[in-house]
């Protein structure tokens, strides 16, 4: 079945650039999203990104997709602490429901 | 406008008992989903609603039922609680009417605890 990988941590200073990295495997995928979750809360969606663009930008938020190679990549400009969440990637494909990955814990140091 | 509410926030039960989980999603959104986050599975899809109709089921025993209502309100039941099912359960709206997901957003989460 659709499988969406990512890296289970990452660590940035604040103010630094954050990137958080995502592969899947569905070919059919139309949208492809980022979500946040902070802790004991629902998931907040960020951004997302239709399979025919290359990149979306909104405010500190960049979205790469590589369809070729179908990566997906966060950029978060400027990490501030709030920043501090797990970050989900999730693909939908042609069944109408979300493929989540296993999520990436985002540390911001001060 | 009011985002996706789920009620109720928090619920414990015992082994065997069953439950029924609401969602009101974000008005004029007609397609309600719901999901089940645990740490060991992370999340996955249960099933999705559309105009009273379930279009799209998850991988889950026959267990996890739902339905949607005219006002495209929905509830899920669990009955015969296990362990195991205890878990935050998610639901999200969309706009989309067929054919693609479209932005989906999410509730607060109802979170299970089976004792």
């Known amino acids: 079945g659709e499988d969406v990988e990512q890296s289970l941590f990452l660590s940035v200073r604040e103010g630094d650039s954050s990137v958080i990295n995502c592969t899947y495997t569905d070919s059919s995928s139309t949208y492809l999203y980022w979500y946040k979750q902070e802790p004991g809360a629902g998931l907040q969606l960020l951004t997302y990104?239709?399979?025919?663009?290359d990149m979306k930008q909104d405010q500190r938020l960049t979205v790469l997709l590589n369809k070729k190679d179908k990566h997906l990549s966060l950029r978060i400009a400027d990490t501030q602490t709030g920043d501090s969440a797990i970050y989900f990637c999730a693909e939908a494909g042609s069944a109408r429901q979300l493929t989540f990955g296993s999520g990436t814990q985002l540390t911001v140091l001060p | 406008k009011a985002g996706v509410t789920q009620t109720p926030r928090y619920l414990i039960k015992t082994r065997g008992q069953q439950v029924t989980l609401s969602c009101s999603p974000i008005?004029?959104?007609?397609?309600v989903s719901w999901y089940q986050q645990t740490p060991g599975q992370g999340l996955q899809f249960l099933f999705e609603y559309f105009s009273e109709t379930q279009r799209n089921k998850g991988n889950f025993p026959g267990r996890f039922s739902g339905r949607q209502f005219s006002n495209s309100r929905s509830e899920m039941n669990v009955s015969t609680l296990e362990l195991g099912d205890s878990a935050l359960y998610l639901c999200a709206s969309s706009l989309a009417s067929s054919g693609t997901t479209g932005e989906q957003f999410f509730g607060p989460g109802t979170r299970l605890t089976v004792l």
């Open positions: 990104i239709f399979s025919n663009m």
């Open positions: 008005s004029g959104h007609r397609s």
